[in-house]
Each structure stands twice: as structure tokens, then as C-alpha cells.
């Protein structure tokens, strides 16, 4: 299924109401444990004092990639591999400001309200972000030798911003194939892509709200630190 093939902006985002059903959040692994789970090197740092080292998202969104993941299987030995989940309120706020600011030294012309927006195409604005909710995630497929496909960037490479996006020129037929095949197997089972990079999708936030055509989302932004940490 693929609709609406556009990038929403902050002012999109919100826009639509903010719900909350006080779902938990669990073990990204908890209905499959051999989903593959890997923080990138600096959200390990960030989410370690919340969460150790274990990736946490909303029960429906885990309950929806262990779905996702069996039906990648008939596909051949392959299975879904998450680098990020759930983000502190915090840590989402750092990221962004610090993009903020790099953005406001490249183009100190900008009024704040045009930087805001610039910068939530690299990083979304804390209050309408997927992360925060526990309803997004980052996530690539693998193969029987936990090598990633190749997607044509690794998640998170900034390097190149139109390179990022699910249909950008430039990439061979074999990328935009994995691409896509990665975006089929996730909105399979309802989760909304963001189409600014080919990894992100999300259950239940703002993004999904749009994307399906809700009327609010079903998560907003929630501080949690496992046990422990």
C-alpha cells in the first residue's frame, strides 16, 4: 500500500489532536525474540541511563513488529533489525537543539520560526515526535548472516538529505527494491512510513493519526526510565 506519499511538516503535525490510552511500554522483543536490536552508537549513550541497553516501544507496536517480522520470513531468512525506539522527551529535545543550532550558524537569515521548520526535517520538533511516544521506530532488514540489506544509506546518514528519502533519485533499482520492501512489510501491519527517511515508521503518534486518517493519535510524549536505571 503506498498513499500519500508525502513528508508532513511541523505545522501538519500539530495540528492533530494528541490522545493518550496509557498503553505500557515493553521489550521491543517481547513477542519475537529474534527481532534484531542494535542501538546506533550515539543513542546508545543518550538512552542508556533510561533504558540500559534494551529498546523499548508502546505493547501494539511490539505486538505489530513480532506480526511484521514473521510474514518477512516467507520471504526468505530474513528478519527486521530496530536501532531506536522509544527516546526520552530529553533526548529528543538535545538532538533537535543541537541541530537547531548547527542550521542557525548555516543560515542566520532564517527567522525562528523558519528554522524551527528546517530543522524538523533532520530531526522532529520534541512535541510532535513519533519517539518520545514509544510509537516509532528506526528499523532495516537483515539476512540469515545479520548483514543489513542495502537501502542505499545507513539509518541515520544525514550526509546526504535527498539520498534519505524513500523515493530519492539517485539510488539504484536494487535499494529502491529493499526500500520498498521494507515499507510494504511495515504498513502491512499498520504502521505509517515517513517518507523523509526510508527507516522510520511509526504506530499510533501523529504521524500514523495522519497517515490513516484518524481523528487524534493514540500516544503522546511520556517520560520513562526502565527499572533499574
Known amino acids: 500500500m503506498r498513499r500519500k506519499i508525502k513528508i508532513l511538516t511541523y505545522q501538519e503535525l500539530i495540528s492533530i489532536p494528541v490522545g493518550e490510552n496509557n498503553e505500557p ?3 521491543v522483543r517481547t513477542y519475537d525474540s529474534s527481532i534484531t536490536t542494535q542501538y546506533t552508537k550515539q543513542e546508545k549513550i543518550e538512552m542508556f541511563p533510561f533504558t540500559g541497553n534494551t529498546i523499548f516501544v508502546r505493547d501494539s507496536v511490539a505486538k505489530k513488529l513480532a506480526k511484521a517480522n514473521k510474514n518477512l520470513s516467507k520471504y526468505g531468512n530474513f528478519k527486521l533489525k ?19 543550532n548547527q542550521l542557525k550558524i548555516l543560515y542566520p537569515h532564517l527567522s525562528v520560526e523558519e528554522l524551527k521548520n528546517l ?6 520538533v520534541p512535541e510532535v515526535a513519533g519517539h ?6 528506526d528499523v532495516t532488514i537483515v539476512d540469515e548472516n545479520g548483514k543489513e540489506l542495502d537501502m542505499g544509506t545507513k539509518i541515520g546518514d544525514f550526509s546526504d538529505p535527498e539520498k534519505i528519502k524513500t523515493f530519492a533519485k539517485g539510488i539504484s533499482k536494487e535499494q529502491l527494491k529493499n526500500r520498498l520492501f521494507l515499507h510494504d512489510i511495515m504498513v502491512n501491519e499498520g504502521f505509517a512510513p515517513f517518507y523523509g527517511e526510508w527507516w522510520h515508521f511509526s504506530y499510533g503518534d501523529r504521524e500514523w493519526a495522519y497517515f490513516y486518517g484518524k481523528k487524534q493519535s493514540l ?4 517520560e520513562f526510565k526502565a527499572k533499574n536505571y
Do not use: C, M
Open 119 to 124: 530543522t524538523h526535517n533532520f530531526i522532529a
Open 25 to 27: 511500554l515493553v521489550d
Open 132 to 137: 518520545p511516544t514509544g510509537g516509532a521506530v
Open 219 to 222: 500516544y503522546s510524549p511520556i
Open 82 to 100: 530496530v536501532v531506536s525506539g522509544y527516546r526520552h522527551p530529553k533526548v529528543q529535545k538535545k538532538y533537535f537543539e543541537k541541530k537547531y
